[in-house]
C-alpha cells in the first residue's frame, strides 16, 4: 500500500472521488468517511437500512455528519496497523487537526467466535496538532428531522425512520444540528453518536476506553491470519474490509456498503449492493478461509443452508435476516454522485434464474467439509437436493454471472457451476462416506465439463463463448480453472485467456467483463474495466506458468487501491478513478485470493502450511 501523504481536497462536480473515502464499522453497517471529514454514507441500523446519510449520492440533499476545520486545503488517511480505525489529518491556514474515527467494539468481543461486538456507536474525536482552528460539527441526516437539545448533547428523530432515534453526545456542549468550537494545540473534542430504536438518555462516555477495546479486539481477530505471499499488508487489509462486509450476527456478507455509485459517471448502471449475494459471500469466506479465518466460512454456509432449507431452493441474493429484498425502486429525490441517475433501492436480481449459486454453495461446503472433516447427515440431505438441481437445470437459461436485463440464456459460467456443484457433491461423498449416487454425479459433472469444451468453443473465435452454442467472449470464464472445471493449461482455456486480453483489455491490466455491443444485456450506457477479472486473469497467467507476467499484473492492480488499501468494483480505464460500489467485496477477494495462488506458485513447499485445499 501506498503511503499515506497530504494532498490537495479536489472536488469533482461538487464530489470528491470515491477513492477518497474511508470505510469503518461494526459488523452490522458501515461508514465511510471522506478526506474532508465528512460522513456522506451510513444507513441505521444496519446496512441494507434505510440511509440516514447520504450525501455520496446527493451533495446537497443526502445528509452528511461533517467535523473538520473551515476551509480544508489538504488531508491525508490512513488506519491504525491491522484495525477499522481510522485517522484523518486536515490541514488549513490556522493549523492541522487528526480526526479519529470507529464504531467501537464490545469490551472481549471475539470476531472468530459468537461473541457479541457490536454497540451500535460511533466514535469522532478531533484532535488539534497544530496552530489554533475553529472546528465545525455538522450533523445533517437526511430529509426532515425533529431535533431535541438535552444537557448539552442532542437527541435527532429522523421522519425517514422515525422508530430510529439518534444521539449525539460529547464532554463539550453541542448547540444543535451545527456548533463551532475554537481548539487549541492538545485540545479535543470527543463525540459519541448512537442509535436506538427508542428513546435514551446518552450516558457519558470514555473515549479512549472504547478506542483501546476496539484496536484490540481488531487485532486479536487478525492473530488467525496465515499468509506470508506478496502483498502481505494489502492481503491484510483485505482481510479487514472483508470482515467490515460480514453480518456479525448470523454471518450474511453483502456485497458492498453502497448502493447506486455508478458504473461510469453520469450512466444508469447504478445498483444497490447492499444485500448478500450467494455467489459473492461464498467467494468471500473461500478467500478468508484459505488465509485461516475460518469462522466467517462456518457462519455463512450455516446461514444460507438455514435459507435455503426453509425456501426449498436458493435465491440469488437476500437481505440480512435471509429474505427477498425489498423491490427495486427508484429514488427521484436524490440526483445521484455526480448526477449519475437513477438511485435505487433493492435490486431486481433477486428475481432473477442464476444457476450458479448450486456451485457457490456446494464448493463452500466442500472447504468447509475440508477443515472440519466431516457433513453432518442433515445437512448432507440439504446439500444433496441442490446437487440433484443443478444436474437437472445446467442446460435451462437463466441471467448468469453478469444478472443480464434481457431474456434468459444458456451462460457457460451458469453451466460450469452446476458442474462444480456435481463434482464437489461427488467428492464430498466419497471422502466422507456418505449415502448418494456417488458414480452418477461424477458422470453428469463430465457430461457438462465435456459440453463446455464442445459446445462453448467457437474455432474462429478460438476461445471458449459466453454461452453453450456460441456467442460472445466473457470475461467471466477466466473463473473456470480457480473452480477446477478446465485446467488452465487446458489448449482451449489458453486460447481462451489470450482471446480475453486481445479483445476484452482495456490497457495496463484492465479487463471489461463483456463488450455491450456483442453482449447486450438490456442496460444502456457504458461502464468501467471490472477489477475481479483482472485477478482472474493474474491466477490463469501463473497457473499457465507466465509467473513473471501473473506477478507484475498483481503487482500493477495493487497499486491501483488507495492509500487505505480499499478497491472499487470497478476502474476508469482512461483516468484509474474508481467506479461502482465501495469499497467491493469482489476486489478484494481478488488481492486475497491471487496472493494465495501467487505464494503457492513461488513457495510450494512453504505455502503448504496455509489453511484452504
Known sequence: MREAVMKPLHRLDGYLPIEDHGLIGDGATAALVGRDGR????????FDSPAIFCGLLDAARGGHFKV??????????????????LVTEMKNAQGTVRLTDFCPLMAGADLSEDVPATRRELVRTLTVVDGTVTVRIDIEPRGECEVTPRNGS??????????????????????????????????SVHLLLRWRQFDQPCPSFDASRLYHDTVSVWRRWLTCLKYHGPQEALVRRSAITLKLLDYFENGAIVAAPT??????????RNWDYRYAWVRDAAFSVYALHRIGLSHEAAG???WI??????DGSPQVLYDLDGNMPPKEQEDHDLAGYRGSKPVRWGNAAASQRQHDVYGEILD?????????????????RRLSVLTEAAAREWRTPDHGIWEVRTPGRPFTYSAALCQVALDRAARMAGR??????LEKWQRHAQVIRTAILDEAWDPHMNALTEHLGGGALDAGLLALPLRRVVAADHPKMVATTQAVRDRLGAGRGLIYRYLHEESPDGIPGGEGAFLLCSFWLVDNLAKQGKLDEALDLYDSLCARANSLGLLPEEIDPSSGAFLGNYPQAFSHIGVIASGVNLARTLHPSASSSQAGT
Open 154 to 187: 442532542v437527541r435527532i428523530r429522523c421522519v425517514l425512520q422515525p422508530d430510529l432515534m439518534l444521539h449525539l453526545s460529547s464532554a463539550l456542549p453541542l448547540t444543535g444540528l451545527r456548533t463551532r468550537l475554537t481548539l487549541k494545540r492538545g485540545e
Open 39 to 46: 460522513i456522506a454514507w451510513l444507513c441505521l441500523p444496519r
Open 259 to 268: 448502493s447506486s455509485l455508478p458504473e461510469w459517471i453520469g450512466g444508469p
Open 432 to 437: 466422507f462416506n456418505l449415502s448418494g449416487p
Open 68 to 85: 473538520a476545520p473551515d476551509r480544508v486545503e489538504e488531508s491525508r488517511q490512513y488506519y491504525e496497523d491491522d484495525t477499522a480505525v
Open 300 to 302: 455463512f454456509l450455516s
Open 305 to 310: 443452508l438455514d435459507v435455503v432449507e426453509r
Open 364 to 380: 463452500c461446503a466442500y472447504q468447509w467439509a475440508a477443515h472440519h472433516g466431516s457433513i453432518p447427515s442433515e445437512l448432507w
